[in-house]
T-cell receptor, first 111, second 115 residues
């Protein structure tokens, strides 16, 4: 069983819609990371969270440590938001371990 | 800052050949990570360094893979001999960890094709 599960795997929405991508993990973590990978392949760090909520522009990320769950929200979605969104966790092994990744959510925003 | 710089961007090689991937982390970042991405397995950690010292190489698939970090500004990932199943995109990332200064940056990746 994968330690990090994302849902949905694929999501197609219309421009302007509110988007939610979910991430659940099964082990203790020190922090959770949301990444964005565009069709060109580059990976960009969006947020790192260890508690609560963070907001950057139209993106909002929340985490509930007790429930082992995080969500990434996109408000007023736009075609340029089309990308793969990857949830990744730092496992609670002490120190700055490398990331363990979810399989990603393929998001397509249609105009 | 130019970000994390990887070279080459693309590499096509024949099975059995040695392949060397290179990475220059962001200046001041004390952690360096090598990841591999395939369609089947997604992103996986191969190895990471802290202050040039390898900390965890449990993700390195087999002895054909080796990584070095001779100084704070350079790291290599070597595959010898290469096999077709090594075809993937290899990402390098660097990071720094403090309470107030967090940075985790990926390079653009090296797309390796072994034929």
């Amino acid at each position: 069983k994968n330690e990090v599960e994302q849902s949905p795997q694929n999501l197609t929405a219309q421009e302007g819609e509110f988007i939610t991508i979910n991430c659940s993990y099964s082990v203790g973590i020190s922090a959770l990371h949301w990444l964005q990978q565009h069709p060109g392949g580059g990976i960009v760090s969006l947020f790192m969270l260890s508690s609560g909520k963070k907001k950057h522009g139209r993106l909002i990320a929340t985490i509930n440590i007790q429930e082992k769950h995080s969500s990434l929200h996109i408000t007023a979605s736009h075609p340029r938001d089309s990308a793969v969104y990857i949830c990744a966790v730092f496992l609670l092994r002490g120190g700055a371990d490398g990331l363990t990744f979810g399989k990603g959510t393929h998001l397509i925003i249609q105009p | 800052d130019a970000g994390v710089i990887q070279s080459p961007r693309h590499e096509v090689t024949e099975m059995g050949q040695e392949v060397t991937l290179r990475c220059k982390p962001i200046s001041g970042h004390d952690y360096l990570f090598w990841y591999r991405q395939t369609m089947m397995r997604g992103l996986e950690l191969l190895i990471y360094f802290n202050n040039n010292v390898p900390i965890d190489d449990s993700g390195m698939p087999e002895d054909r893979f080796s990584a070095k970090m001779p100084n704070a500004s350079f790291s290599t990932l070597k595959i010898q001999p290469s096999e077709p199943r090594d075809s993937a995109v290899y990402f390098c990332a660097s990071s720094t960890w403090t309470e107030v200064n967090y940075g985790y940056t990926f390079g653009s990746g090296t797309r390796l094709t072994v034929v």
